[in-house]
Nanobody, 117 residues
Framework: QVRLVESGGGLVQAGGSLRLSCEAS????????MGWYRQTPGNQRDMVAI???????DYADSVKGRFTISRDSAKNTMYLQMNSLRPEDTAVYYC???????????WGRGTQVTVSS
């Protein structure tokens, strides 16, 4: 089973930027779609952005125009560029992907993003 490891979270002021990375333990060429989700205490995990192997993307309405998802097959890594951050973006961010080699979904352990007002 492929392992996914997130990094890049942290504390930032409102209006600032962060870039999250999700590195896979192997090739991501067989992992599609891949996506970012976020969760706050007591709430469900919500989709933030997803990307297919072919580069098709989709975003939650709340992040459109501010966040950009991308993937780099050469580095086996997916990214989430987050600009114009708001306090309501504060959450644990998880990466996710469907690996066709094992026909199963994998989740990372998450990275905390905190946006101060």
């Amino acid at each position: 089973q492929v392992r996914l490891v997130e990094s890049g979270g942290g504390l930032v002021q409102a209006g600032g930027s962060l870039r999250l990375s999700c590195e896979a333990s192997g090739s991501i060429s067989s992992i599609s779609p891949m996506g970012w989700y976020r969760q706050t205490p007591g709430n469900q995990r919500d989709m933030v952005a997803i990307i297919t192997r072919g580069g098709t993307t989709d975003y939650a309405d709340s992040v459109k125009g501010r966040f950009t998802i991308s993937r780099d097959s050469a580095k086996n890594t997916m990214y989430l560029q987050m600009n114009s951050l708001r306090p309501e973006d504060t959450a644990v961010y998880y990466c996710n992907g469907f690996d066709s080699r094992g026909s199963r979904w994998s989740w990372g352990r998450g990275t905390q993003v905190t946006v101060s007002s």
